[in-house]
């Protein structure tokens, strides 16, 4: 956003207008702490709210302030359209196409409300008049604390939108861990604590619900389905529906395991395959220059950043684990070479 954009942003938000916030399919933490944060700070600037997912997500992130008033695309269209049709100014956050929000995206470009995208993924597509895109920033939240002070609005962020902010940007950063995580990012987080974000609680919040399932599910997955392939510097394990089932599975009971297999020692790509509503959603993560965007979008239809990327497959679990297998030699190379 360049300062003339900035005062045309300014002087929309300085009036009550309908806004929509939508996010990415299946929202995690920095999709659903984006997405309430910019709500909470709207809200105080008097703007009627209403923000929608594509469908469901993680139990672990209700407690989020404004959580009870998030609307689900999938189960009710209806108010969700109604909406959409009505808003002035539509948010889109932590994604960058409109496929990533399913047939929410239809209603999104057939709305003339303005667009105003916020996000950090490689490659965004052009459908938004307005823009805080960086893919260098470590998670959507970094960029909507961003977006606030560049609104001149630094004295609004209020424990709610703190708490919001400081979970997208613990989750996305792997609990400020990965190569994303910046002295800048730490500044931040230093300035949501002083505004009221309960550190220790959210770790507690996020981390600490498990259920019995999810770890046994965990152990099952660990022990019974990793396969290592030294050679290629690769480590990948799959679930398929029944698996789940037997471990009663919850959404979000399997976000984060892929890393498992990424903490290897010598380890530099790892993939998880987990067969969810009719087909294998993919997870990739790479160490170094290993790029698992280009991977995810070349052949898997995702996409996503430089070292987390996510795409499908609609072949069978078995089909989909051999196609992975068979594309391991084209990448030999720069498998071994990935520093
Ligand atoms: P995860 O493996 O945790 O689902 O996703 C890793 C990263 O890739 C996240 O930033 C997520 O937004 C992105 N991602 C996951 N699935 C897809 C997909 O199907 N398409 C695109 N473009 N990005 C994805
Ligand atoms: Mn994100």
Redesign the pocket.
């Known amino acids: 956003m360049n300062t003339k954009q900035v005062k045309e942003v300014k002087s929309l938000l300085n009036k009550p207008k309908n806004i929509v916030i939508v996010t990415?399919w299946s929202p995690?933490g920095d999709a659903m702490g984006s997405s309430l944060g910019l709500y909470n700070y709207l809200i105080q600037k008097k703007h009627k709210v209403t923000v929608i997912t594509p469908n469901d997500y993680p139990s672990f992130l209700f407690w989020l302030a404004g959580n009870n008033k998030v609307i689900d695309f999938s189960k009710k269209t209806k108010p969700a359209k109604t909406a959409v049709a009505k808003a002035d100014l539509i948010f889109c956050l932590d994604f960058n196409?409109l496929k990533?929000i399913d047939s929410l995206g239809v209603e999104v470009a057939k709305s003339n409300a303005i667009k105003f995208m916020i996000d950090h993924?490689l490659q965004p597509e052009d459908f938004a008049q307005y823009m805080l895109h960086d893919i260098k920033a470590c998670s959507t939240c970094e960029l909507i604390y961003d977006f606030i002070k560049l609104m001149g609005d630094k004295k609004a962020l209020n424990k709610n939108i703190a708490n919001c902010l400081y979970t997208g940007i613990m989750t996305d950063t792997g609990s400020f861990r990965y190569p994303s995580t910046t002295s800048k990012t730490h500044r931040i987080i230093a300035e949501l604590i002083d505004a009221g974000a309960e550190n220790g609680d959210i770790h507690n919040r996020i981390y600490d619900g498990n259920t019995e399932g999810k770890i046994k599910l965990l152990g099952f997955s660990l022990s019974e389905k990793l396969t290592v392939m030294k050679d290629f510097k690769t480590a990948f394990f799959s679930l398929t529906a029944a698996e789940l089932k037997k471990y009663n599975y919850q959404k979000g009971d399997t976000e984060g395991v892929?890393n498992y297999a990424l903490s290897i020692e010598g380890i530099r790509f790892a993939a998880f395959f987990v067969e969810r509503d009719g087909i294998i959603k993919t997870?990739f993560r790479s160490k170094g220059t290993f790029d698992v965007n280009l991977f995810a979008r070349t052949h898997f239809t995702?996409?996503?950043?430089k070292n987390?990327?996510?795409?499908?497959s609609e072949l069978t679990m078995e089909k989909t684990i051999n196609k992975f297998v068979d594309l391991l030699p084209a990448y030999k190379k720069q498998l071994n070479s990935s520093k």
């Open positions: 990415h995690d196409s990533r993924h892929v997870s995702g996409g996503g950043h987390a990327a996510g795409g499908m």
